[in-house]
């Protein structure tokens, strides 16, 4: 069976020994030269071989991408505890032996195997990725790691679509209750009953229990809550349920009874605040819906990207993740461009001209393919149907004012309805 190797080195003497030592192992080694192109590259789950300049450094930009990653470093003496401390799960000092390079390999292999093998019986999908290497993020994962390390409350606070629940699941799956379940409590329209979190709190034994969207519980709930969690989160009879809680909030004020409770507080910043991890996350979900479709993927333009960077994302990550995929389902090429951009709150960036080569192109190379000698006449009558029903809704039926806005008389607007077999207003029907 083929496995893989993901090597990040910029020195062909090591990609080249590389090779002749694993690739007879049957490993598929994909090399990178440059942490950028490498980070792109990365899911998660392959076994990651890191010898760049200055090891260490790059060693924290991955772990600030995915804190789930497998890394071996490769570096000099003097820097194997810094690594070994920032996360690496091995050290090969340089240069590096064939044996000791095989022997890593193999038991970072197996381990990434056991904890694959682990995530299915606990039914993990693939690891979520935090996406960002800005300061702000950089923040944000290092309070996840201390969060993660220490089984105490957790409060997630950000703005709707920033990635709570991520960090909710991230914060499960690097701590010491990785294997027990993650349970997620939802806020219902008639509030939870004392029967619905029992039954929450036995089924989060030994694991995590989520309670979401904590700004909208009522004032009397959080009161019970905040006396639940104070008491250690008791099942009925008494018994402490062994539980840790982690709760996510679009809204925190200090003062709260429940702030207390919290011995750890995550701010998730919102991506108008992040420009700079922008182009990062777009082209990670570029990838991934390259993935859905089973294709070899789509560039963004230069004068797109500056369109994603120059949004503010009220929606946030979710939000551009929604308008990533339309655009890539909207171009026709290889690359992806400002016309093929529309957002959440109704946002596009593009001309008519440029709405209409996007949507029109491939209708019509069908329609000129197969000699259709009256394209022109049956193109503009239906945009032009369109645009009529367009305007008589938004005018609600007042054909006086559509024909003003379209700018024709109201005689030819009565005609093409007429033509068209479109409804006028209920006032024009009655005169007529």
Known sequence: ??????????????????RKTLEPLKYRITVKNRLSTGLRAMNGRELVLLDMPDSVHALREIKSYCPEATV?????????????DDGAYHFLKKPIRAHELKSAVRNAAQSISMRNKLDQMKGFGPPRLIMGMGESMRKVLKQVERAAAKDVAVLVVGERGSGKMLVAETIHRMSSRRLGAFIVTNKRESGITDGERTDDLI??????LVIKDLHRYPEDEKGRLSEQMKNGMQLPGG???????VATTEVYKKGWPLSGRFRSIIHMPPLRERKGDIPLIARHFVSETAGLFGDEGKAISREAMKTLVSHDWPGNVSEMKNTVRRAYLLSRDRVIEPCHISTDDGSTYCSIKDF????????????????????????MGEVEKTLIELVLRETGGNQVRAANALGITRTTLRTKIRNYGLNGSPQDKKRQ
């Open 72 to 84: 071996l470093v490769a570096a000099g003496s003097e820097q194997a505890q810094l690594a070994l």
């Open 1 to 18: 069976m083929e496995k893989q190797l993901l090597l990040l080195s910029s020195g062909e003497e090591t990609v080249s020994h590389v």
């Open 356 to 379: 209409f080569d996007a949507k029109l192109s491939k209708y019509i190379k069908e329609l000129v393919s197969v000699g259709n000698s009256g394209l022109h006449t049956s193109v």
């Open 239 to 245: 018994a402490k349920a062994d539980v840790r809680v």
């Open 203 to 208: 089924a989060a034994e030994g694991g995590v």
